[in-house]
């Protein structure tokens, strides 16, 4: 068991830095993660994000930012998670062009709000939809490695088992449901999240944390405080757009 | 500008330059309107809504729902930047004018602190949200504004990062010495201006 490391304090992200790529890893068909190695890496919180800057020779840039997989006692580096956006332009340059060895400028890490420091009231319940598990799949990592006897589910919707990021490290821990098509014989959740699989899940549990598209969120958020969490306990962060 | 280079990127997404002149730097073309909000959104009954400006202020007030719709409102046409890199170009809200509401009030510090139901806090000096800089506002591209854009109410205040234009406001409190607010705690900058890229601590 590793040792357990303090909470790090908020402090100043570090500045533009040029990262090497060391492995990348095919999760499904849309998803790769990316393991970053960082000439100035510091601990980041498990649930926040990098900043990523291309740079066209012509000097255009393109700025996106991602969250961190990984756990910071990974020291060195970051592994992000990208999915790729059909009409992005960031994560589709990832998926095409970006090979090990290739160099790319990082900055981070930033925000210290949609993050676990191991001091929340347990039991901790994720709830991620898609590529939304990312950035608690680096809570669930650093919880395994820091904190296994603290209380820490997760809830995670996929469209269908193609679709399923981390496939291999989740555990007990974790309750899947499967929102389009669940595999041949599952006898779990199938269908969107709804309020008997959160209650469930969240049965007892005093801290939350959502993460997913703009609907998923709404959805997961209200279903938390109707399970009984406090408002105030349920941290949530979004992607893309509500279409309105 | 960095002299690096990213082996094959030539981008995609690039917009002409009419348009690009108007993105702040980093920032991208978004269609959609993206939320983005720390917690579960509120659920708040827009006839129950009231606003009120108190703290440094030589009389505190408070309108209600009906007094706040009885104010000028202005249609208020703009370009919103929010500091996860999209911005919204050509978009309009309509509202009152933090400047006919801090008339009402006489205020005596420089700070003011927007302040939301559900616990929301965003610092801005005044000179950022008067002469015709914020309004509180009601509509959105000529609806009720949502409620997961902040309905009944929130701030705009566009000439800064979007998330200064506190949603679901309840009020203001001014100040004497400026304080962070929610998000200027958790690693973002204290004024936010885009054009200078003022996203994080330290920028």
């Given at each position: ?5 303090p ?13 090497t ?5 095919v999760?499904?068909?849309?998803v790769?993660?990316y ?6 890496w510091?601990p ?11 740079t ?22 970051i ?10 332009e960031?994560?589709p340059?990832f998926?095409?062009v ?20 191991g ?14 598990v ?13 904190a296994?006897?603290?209380d820490?589910r997760?809830?995670?919707?996929v ?12 555990g007990?821990?974790t309750?899947?449901t ?5 595999p041949?014989g599952w006898t779990?959740?199938?269908g969107r999240?709804?309020?008997?699989l ?9 801290t939350?944390?959502?993460?997913g598209?703009h609907?998923?969120v ?13 408002p ?7 992607f893309g757009p509500?279409?309105? | 500008?960095?002299?690096f280079?990213?082996?094959?990127f030539?981008?995609?997404?690039r ?14 073309f978004e269609?959609g ?6 917690g579960?959104t509120?659920?708040i009954?827009?006839?129950?809504w009231?606003?009120?400006i ?8 408070e ?12 249609t208020?046409?703009?370009d919103?930047?929010c ?7 050509d978009?309009?809200?309509r ?26 806090t ?5 000179e ?12 959105h591209?000529?609806e ?12 705009l ?5 979007f998330?200064k234009?506190a ?11 400026d304080?962070?607010?929610?998000w ?6 204290n004024?936010?201006?885009p054009?200078?890229e003022?996203?994080y601590?330290?920028?």
């Amino acid at each position: 068991m590793e040792r357990l490391i303090p909470p790090v304090a908020p402090r100043a992200p570090g500045r533009w830095q040029v990262a090497t790529v060391a492995a990348i890893k095919v999760e499904t068909p849309t998803v790769r993660s990316y393991r970053l190695e960082l000439p100035m890496w510091m601990p980041h919180l498990p649930g926040q994000h990098y900043d990523v800057r291309l740079t066209a020779p012509d000097g255009y840039v393109a700025q996106r930012s991602y969250s961190i997989a990984s756990s910071p006692l990974n020291a060195g580096g970051i592994e992000l998670t990208i999915d790729c956006l059909l009409d992005g332009e960031v994560s589709p340059y990832f998926h095409e062009v970006v090979e090990e060895g290739d160099r790319v400028e990082v900055r981070g890490p930033f925000a210290s709000y949609f993050v676990w420091r191991g001091d929340e009231p347990p039991p901790v319940v994720l709830v991620g939809g898609g590529s939304g598990v990312v950035p608690l799949m680096a809570m669930l990592r650093h919880q395994r490695r820091t904190a296994p006897e603290t209380d820490m589910r997760l809830v995670y919707s996929v469209r269908t088992a193609a679709d399923v990021i981390y496939a291999d490290e989740l555990g007990e821990e974790t309750v899947l449901t499967y929102s389009r098509e669940p595999p041949a014989g599952w006898t779990g959740h199938a269908g969107r999240i709804d309020a008997e699989l959160i209650a469930g899940a969240a049965a007892g549990a005093m801290t939350a944390y959502v993460c997913g598209s703009h609907g998923f969120v709404e959805t997961a958020g209200s279903l938390l405080v109707d399970a009984g969490l406090r408002p105030e306990w349920v941290r949530t962060e979004r992607f893309g757009p509500t279409g309105s | 500008m960095s002299s690096f280079f990213s082996r094959g990127f030539s981008g995609r997404r690039r917009v002409p330059s009419e348009l690009a002149e108007r993105l702040p730097p980093g920032q991208y073309f978004e269609d959609g309107f993206p939320v983005l909000t720390a917690g579960p959104t509120p659920r708040i009954d827009a006839a129950e809504w009231g606003f009120r400006i108190d703290g440094m202020v030589a009389e505190g007030r408070e309108w209600t729902a009906a007094e706040f719709r009885a104010l000028p409102f202005e249609t208020v046409p703009c370009d919103i930047h929010c500091v996860t890199k999209w911005s919204k170009l050509d978009t309009s809200f309509r509202g009152v004018s933090l400047d006919v509401l801090l008339a009402d009030v006489e205020p005596l510090g420089a700070y003011a602190m927007a302040y939301s139901y559900g616990g929301y806090t965003t610092n801005l000096p005044l000179e950022d949200i008067t002469d015709g800089k914020a309004w509180v506002v009601t509509e959105h591209e000529g609806e009720p504004l949502p409620r997961e854009h902040g309905g009944p109410a929130r701030m705009l205040v566009p000439h800064l990062y979007f998330w200064k234009s506190a949603k679901w406001v309840a009020g203001l409190r001014i100040m004497d010495d400026d304080e962070p607010g929610f998000w200027e705690q958790n690693g973002y900058h204290n004024r936010g201006d885009p054009w200078k890229e003022e996203r994080y601590w330290n920028d």
